[in-house]
């Protein structure tokens, strides 16, 4: 089982974003902390909606080396990103979920809150080349 | 539909906000869009150009946007924000601060990861806007833009009423 605390450790991008894990048993809850900037908008403020899709990225490959067990990096196929709400600038936290694990793609979905998980403010659905497929 | 068109896209409630005043804000204050956003500035873009409903921003190579350590290829997340945020200066550009763009939804296709060590440049164009909404197409590259590492397709609602 890999460490997922490790993937973000040795991800540049997930230190410069600060994410921090914890594995329950549901899978990996990914936790983005407020910072100054991530933050798009200040007149609002608001944060970054960029930020939150990254965060949420980071959440699916998170969730698909938990599940598989490699620490390989799948590659982003594509990424269809929603934005419900304004993300404030607080915490923001995220779960993954893998809808379909194929041998060369799989189809994952996540979605991030803040203060109550019913209600989120991005949901993001996108496919991943998983490692060591060819082609 | 062009982005020149005298139809509906370009209509405002008010009449004290025509194109003509939005073209000079974009010509005054585009590069804010950039300069006055921390992720922006935090990630490093550079406000390359803007037109109205057009704009471009750079994302020069920085070791820390890299995916994976010893990769040196930009993450997938950082070009994200890039799009996303072009997307945001291409309507700013051509309707002024007022239009508080918020997006609704973003696709975004990657093509193939962005050669190691390379700065990312993303391209947005708002081809056709509303009153409530504006639709985008939007393609970052490494080298040309004729070789895009992504290619994506937005919707942001705009004139919202904050609060």
């Known amino acids: 089982m890999p460490d997922i605390h490790d993937i973000i450790s040795g991800s540049p991008f997930g230190r410069f974003m600060g994410i921090e894990t914890r594995i329950d048993e549901q899978g990996v809850l990914a936790i983005l902390p407020a910072r100054d900037n991530l933050i798009g908008n ?89 490692p060591g497929s060819r082609g | 539909m062009s982005w020149t068109s005298d139809r509906a896209p370009m209509t405002r409630d008010s009449n004290d906000e025509l194109p003509e005043a939005a073209a000079n804000w974009a010509g005054a204050h585009a590069s804010q869009m950039v300069t006055h956003a921390p992720y922006a500035v935090a990630l490093g873009m550079r406000y390359l150009s803007s037109s109205p409903g057009r704009g471009s921003i750079l994302l020069p190579w920085r070791a820390d946007l890299a995916g994976t350590d010893g990769s040196s290829i930009v993450a997938p997340g950082a070009v994200t924000a890039l799009i996303d945020h072009t997307c945001g200066l291409a309507i700013m550009a051509g309707f002024g601060m007022a239009a508080n763009p918020a997006t609704l939804d973003l696709r975004i296709d990657h093509m193939r990861p962005a050669a ?32 895009p590492i992504a290619t994506a397709q937005a919707a942001f609602i705009l004139n919202r009423r904050e609060g």
């Open chain 2, 116 to 147: 190691p060590h390379t700065d990312i440049t993303c391209a947005a164009h708002c081809y056709r806007a509303t009153k409530t909404i504006a639709f985008l197409r939007a393609e970052a590259w490494d080298a040309s833009p004729d070789d």
């Open chain 1, 42 to 130: 200040t007149s609002i403020p608001a944060l970054h909606g960029g930020a939150i899709a990254a965060f949420l990225e980071i959440t699916c490959l998170l969730q698909l080396a938990h599940e598989t067990g490699s620490t390989a990096p799948a590659r982003t196929i594509d990424f269809s990103v929603e934005y419900l709400r304004p993300g404030r600038p607080e915490a923001t936290y995220a779960r993954a979920k893998i809808r379909l694990m194929g041998r060369r793609v799989a189809t994952v979905h996540a979605e991030a809150w803040q203060r109550d998980e019913a209600k989120p403010v991005c949901l993001v659905q996108c496919h991943f080349r998983l």
